[in-house]
């Protein structure tokens, strides 16, 4: 009876276990870690222990799991990722605005740069893997969006969806240690960081658990890395690839 | 009312989601291309036009700012929900390329806040 309450229930049932999730994680961080790493870190990490238990959607694959893939969808995560920017100062956002772009196509480019050279050097050699795994080291919707597009194979797509969630599960884990190190703790810091890393995921989960205050600023520049990267990526990038390789 | 926020809100974010398809169908992709940046900085303009127009839009902002407060919550039930499976089967492609740019990514952001600075110094 409770399978069938719970099942019916799950977006339910998901807000419930969240909640359990992040009271056991702030309280874990304030009493035994005395603060040190933020308890919203501590959530994200035991989330994604939970997403190993589960197959291709984590956690979610489990019975009575299946509403964390609806509260953790897209729709709800954009949504409440516009929702950050209503405390966004314009006056702050002028500020950034030269830094903001230029980290923006350089972190674009680095991230592709990058994806595609390690991906040379590990054997891939035809220019649409080549393409599609860089734009993985964008962000996970880059490489599947300009795999689709260009015509990869699945198994080319899955490793760059792959490669994306490394890269947020690192984001979201590391800053919080490193912040401190490179000046995470202004808006004007976390705009360029939100630029260069991109993953918005990623981006807003590491500031989260870094600074609250800073996470619409980050999220703002790090929401146009995806489209950007969507944007050049299966077009000037795949040309430059195609151009280099043959 | 709380309803006005949401609505706004919601407002916002469909207006960003047909702006970035359409970008997207422009150049032959199926995909969203900066939707959800559109729709940030529309909520972002819309909300500084009525708070200049000294619009008391205070109720109804909360509507708005609960949707912001869960995005944490919500970012926990999508990490719990990803293929953190797939990442670790994908090859060591995909964590040796995860965490290099992340890590390069971490060093270069001291380098351009300088730029920020410099920027903030001439004006």
Redesign the interface.
């Known amino acids: 009876m409770i399978e069938n309450i719970v099942n019916a229930n799950g977006l339910i049932f ?2 419930f276990i ?2 359990v ?2 009271y056991l994680s702030y309280l874990f961080s304030k009493k035994i870690l005395n603060n040190m790493i933020p308890g ?1 870190a501590i ?2 990490i ?3 222990i ?3 238990m ?7 694959n489990l019975p009575y799991m299946g509403g ?2 609806i ?3 897209s729709m ?13 100062d ?1 006056s702050k ?1 002028k ?6 772009i ?2 923006l196509f ?2 674009v480019s ?2 592709f740069s ?2 595609v050279i ?2 040379l050097l ?1 054997g891939y050699s035809d220019p649409i893997s080549l393409t599609t ?1 860089g734009a ?2 964008c962000t996970y ?1 880059v490489g599947p ?1 300009t795999g ?2 260009l015509g990869a194979s699945s198994e080319i797509i ?2 760059s ?12 884990i ?1 800053t919080p240690l ?1 912040a401190t190190k ?3 703790n202004n808006p ?2 976390a705009m ?2 939100g630029g ?2 991109g993953t ?3 981006v ?2 590491g500031l ?1 658990a870094t600074d ?1 205050k800073l ?2 600023y980050g ?2 520049t790090a ?2 890395f ?3 990267g ?2 050049m990526c ?2 000037i990038f795949y040309f430059i690839i195609n151009a280099l390789v043959s | 009312m709380n309803i006005y926020g949401v609505s706004l809100l919601a407002f916002c974010f469909l207006a960003g989601k047909i702006i970035g398809t359409f970008l997207g169908s422009l150049i032959g992709l199926s995909g969203d291309i900066g939707g959800v940046g559109f729709s940030m900085f529309l909520l972002v303009f819309i909300n500084s036009y009525l708070k200049k127009k000294n619009i008391n839009i205070s109720k109804s902002e909360n509507g708005v700012l609960f949707w912001s407060t869960m995005y944490i919550p919500i970012v926990v039930a999508m990490s719990a929900s990803q293929n953190v499976k797939a990442a670790m089967l994908g090859g060591w492609l995909a964590i040796i390329v995860g965490v290099l740019v992340t890590i390069v990514a971490f060093m270069l952001v001291p380098l351009l806040s300088r730029i920020g600075k410099e920027d903030l110094n001439k004006k």
């Open positions: 998901a807000f969240v909640g999730i992040m919203a959530a994200i035991i989330a994604l939970l997403a190993f589960g197959e291709d959607k984590g956690v979610s964390m893939a509260l953790g969808g709800l995560r954009d949504f409440s990722v516009v929702a950050t920017a209503m405390g966004v314009i956002i500020q950034a605005g030269f830094s903001g230029l980290s350089i972190g680095f991230s990058l994806g390690v991906a590990m795994i993985g080291a919707i969006v689709s597009a899955a490793l969806v792959a490669t994306g969630v490394v890269k947020v599960i690192v984001t979201s590391c490193v490179i000046g995470l004007n810091s360029i960081f260069l890393i918005t995921s990623g807003a989960a989260a609250e996470v619409p999220a703002l929401t146009f995806t489209g950007l969507c944007l299966p077009s």
